[in-house]
Nanobody, 124 residues
Framework: QVQLVESGGGLTQAGGSLRLSCAAS????????MGWFRQVPGKEREFVAA????????RYGESVKGRSTASRSNSKNTAYLQMNGLQPEDTAVYYC?????????????????WGQGTQFTVSS
């Protein structure tokens, strides 16, 4: 079992950046593909990024492609999400998730473990 804890939420102005961390407890972190999602009230949870377990293959959602980087440190049991050029529409609760499926999945249903989420707000 894996427990995930996000950190790095906060507030920034438009044009700023965020760097979120997702610390994982448990063993064999490198076996898990990690995903990032975000959600605003009244909307479905949206896929942001995914990263493979060891070779750091990545996949990004269309709304963040080109301005986001997912990374990880298996020695630190931590995944990261860096996003630049933030706009108010990037305001959301950001979640990390873990799956043993060897797939850079954009589907919520493929992820077994979820963090509690961290709020990030972008002001105009």
């Amino acid at each position: 079992q894996v427990q995930l804890v996000e950190s790095g939420g906060g507030l920034t102005q438009a044009g700023g950046s965020l760097r979120l961390s997702c610390a994982a407890s448990g063993r064999f972190f490198s076996l898990y593909y990690m995903g990032w999602f975000r959600q605003v009230p009244g909307k479905e949870r949206e896929f942001v990024a995914a990263i493979s377990g060891t070779n750091s293959d990545t996949r990004y959602g269309e709304s963040v492609k080109g301005r986001s980087t997912a990374s990880r440190s298996n020695s630190k049991n931590t995944a990261y999400l860096q996003m630049n050029g933030l706009q108010p529409e990037d305001t959301a609760v950001y979640y990390c998730a873990a799956t043993l499926r060897r797939s850079l999945s954009a589907s919520l249903n493929d992820y077994l473990y979820w963090g509690q989420g961290t709020q990030f707000t972008v002001s105009s």
